[in-house]
């Protein structure tokens, strides 16, 4: 067993449970989504994102790619988050929080495509 892959697996499934979990819930229900669980889920999708650095195949390139895109849409989420609670006068609203949540739902979709494609790499490996 090689200790690199399972560490390099063990962080993408965790950047698709974390946003999964965020995601989980009503759209528009703030108690639904933990700010927190939408920071881990960043955190643990730009380390996921550094590890896939080091490929150098097609597909390799395919996973980056997916891995950036849900970086990206966090990152949005995150910041809209930090706009609607700190510079706007309203707070939280329920239009404001199914942008967030959909943003994640974006992410999401990205994570999965980045395990279907470890999943295909796996499989596509020859002993």
Known sequence: MNLEKVI???????????????FLGEFDNPDHHDVYELYAAIVVSI?????????????????????????????VAAVVWGMVEHVGNSGMTPHAMAGIVSLSGGALLANVTSVVLLV????????
Do not use: C, P, Y
Request: net charge positive; charged share 15%; proline share 0%.
């Open 8 to 22: 390099f697996a063990f962080f993408i499934v965790l950047a698709l449970t974390l946003n999964f979990g965020f």
């Open 47 to 75: 380390i996921a994102t550094i590890l896939k650095f080091g490929d150098r195949t097609h597909l390799g390139a395919v996973v980056l790619a997916t891995s950036l895109v849900a970086d990206l849409q966090l990152i």
């Open 120 to 127: 295909v790499e796996t499989v596509m490996v020859r002993r």
